[in-house]
Structures are given as C-alpha cells and as structure tokens.
C-alpha cells in the first residue's frame, strides 16, 4: 500500500487547520452561554500552552527562549494573546460567529497597513483600494445596510466593534512579531507568546474564581473549551506548520480565504445563527480587499510564512479564534 504524496498531505493539513481556526468562532460562542470570557480564555490556553510545549519537546526544540527575547515576546503575549483575546471574546458575547467571522477577515489589510506606517512598506494604489474594499465590506457587516442611531445602539453592533478591533491587536502582534519569529521559528516564538498571554489571564482568573464555573459546565461545552484549546491552539499549529514546511508559503495562505466559509456553515448549522444578505455582501467585499492589498506581492518564503503564522497565531484564533 503506497503512502499519500507528500504535497497531498501539505495541502490537506493546511486543509484541516484552516477547518478547526474557521470553527473556533462557534465553539467560542457555545462555550460562552457557560463560561464567562475569563475562564474560558484561561482554560482554552492552558490546553493551548501544553499542546504547543509537548510539541516543542517531541521535536527537542528549547521550552525557554534566549533572554535577549523576552522583552518582546511579553509584548507580544500581551497584544496578541491576552489584550486580542480579551476584546475579542468580549465582543463575541453580543455578536454572532458569522459576523465575527467575516471582520477577522480584515486582519492582513491593517497588518499592510501598520506595516506601511512603522516599517516604511509601499502602500500603493492598489492596497488603498484594497483598504477602501474592506472598510465598505466592514461597514455593511457592522450595520446590516443601514446606518442610524437605532442600529448603532444595538448590543451588537458594540460587539462588532470589539471584533474589529481586536483585528487592530492582531495586526500589532503580527508587526511585533516579525523579527523574533524569524530568530525562533514559528513553533517557540508561539509557544512563548501563548505562555506570556495565558500567565497574564491568571489573576483575573483567581479573582473571579473561575475554577467554580467548571461545576456546571455541560459535556457540549468541555468538548467546545477542549475544541479550542488542543484542536485551534493546538493541532492547528501543528497542522499549519507541518503544511509551511512542505509547500510555499503562499500556496499554505490561499486556504485562509475559505475559512469566513467554514465559519457561516458552522454557525448555520451548529447555532442556527441566520445570515443575513448585507453580512455575506459585505464578507465578500472584505475578502475581494484582502486579496487586492496581497496581490502580487513577492516576499521570500520565509518571511512570508511567518507573517502568515502570525496572523493565525492565537486565533486563529485566535486563531485569531
């Protein structure tokens, strides 16, 4: 019996990550009619945390980073995983998953953009026209077509604002992170990252003795909190980086643009959230956006990997998710 061909294998793991990352957002919303966003945070990376350091240790690969790095990677751990996933969860409580799952989408273009500002990147015509794309697409989503005081007030809307700007976090963490992920590696810089943001969550845990809420926690929801920790934190990494290491990096990246999908589905499907017009036109128009800023762009394939991991780094998930 012969074994699938190596590029197959790439492709379905890039596949499978991008599956679990476009879930997250459903399970994270199951999770929270139990789990207040603290315990659910500090749970789902705790298992994130182990998953990643037992992966390190499988490849013998260093747990603790070089101390000229710690400075940064703090930095990091407080955007991008305990300040993202603050905002982020927060805003999922008065939001939906499809909704949520389409203004994620407009992470790279803000990446683009910080990027232009503080490194000094060109951003031409065609990534303000991608920039213009996606803020449209942004706008459609967040007021359902229709911009008054009474869609504004909703509860919503406040949380479709978190979201979005828990996408600004995430392209803070991706900028931050360029450098050291290059001198670590994916998996360490990561893992460190992850360690900083989940150590952070740990008083707000205790204070509101977030322990006490496991009591009552249903089996849909242990399997939800466990979903994201070992499956999004952590599996998908996995996955993520096995694809990285066998097909370019730009390949690895054009599954990203299905995952919006694979979130509507889920959330249809496993919430019964509905879909309305004005969100699925606005989506496309984020995604129409993003694939405009990053057209024709010719980094290395190392760089690019790494900012394509970063972008999916806690959610992804964190995952942005």
């Not at 959230?273 to 800023?293: C, D, F, K």
Request: hydrophobic content about 55%; overall charge positive.
């Amino acid at each position: 019996m012969t074994s699938a061909p190596p590029l197959l294998v790439a492709r379905l793991a890039a596949f499978a990550a991008v599956i679990l990352w476009g879930i997250s957002f459903v399970a994270t919303k199951a999770a929270l009619r139990e789990v207040s966003p603290v315990t659910l945070i500090f749970t789902r990376f705790a298992l994130g945390v182990a998953v990643l350091f037992l992966i390190l240790t499988i490849r013998r690969e260093p747990l603790i980073p070089p101390r000229s790095t710690w400075p940064m990677l703090a930095a990091m751990g407080f955007v991008g995983i305990f300040l993202h996933q603050m905002i982020q969860v927060h805003g999922l409580t008065l939001t939906t998953a499809v909704r949520t799952g389409w203004l994620i989408g407009l992470t790279p273009i803000w990446s683009a953009v910080l990027a232009a500002v503080f490194l000094g990147e060109r951003f031409g015509s065609r990534k303000a026209f991608g920039l213009f794309l996606g803020a449209v697409g942004a706008l459609l989503v967040i007021s359902r077509g229709e911009l008054s005081s009474r869609v504004l007030a909703l509860p919503a809307t406040r949380g479709d604002l978190l979201v979005l700007a828990s996408t600004v976090t995430w392209a803070i963490y991706t900028i931050l992170g360029r450098d050291i992920l290059k001198r670590l590696g994916s998996a360490r810089a990561t893992s460190a990252a992850m360690f900083i943001g989940w150590a952070l969550m740990i008083p707000f845990f205790v204070n509101t003795a977030g322990w006490q809420e496991y009591r009552s926690l249903s089996s849909t929801s242990v399997i939800a909190i466990v979903f994201l920790g070992v499956g999004c934190s952590g599996l998908g990494y996995l996955f993520w980086y096995a694809a990285l290491e066998r097909i370019d990096a730009s390949q690895v990246a054009a599954f990203l643009y299905i995952e919006p999908l694979v979130t509507l589905l889920a959330a249809v499907a496993l919430l019964g959230e509905s879909v309305a017009v004005t969100t699925v036109l606005g989506g496309i128009l984020v995604l129409v956006g993003v694939v405009t800023v990053q057209r024709r762009e010719r980094a290395r394939p190392a760089t690019e990997a790494s900012e394509q991991t970063l972008q999916r780094g806690g959610r992804r998930g964190s995952d942005q998710g």
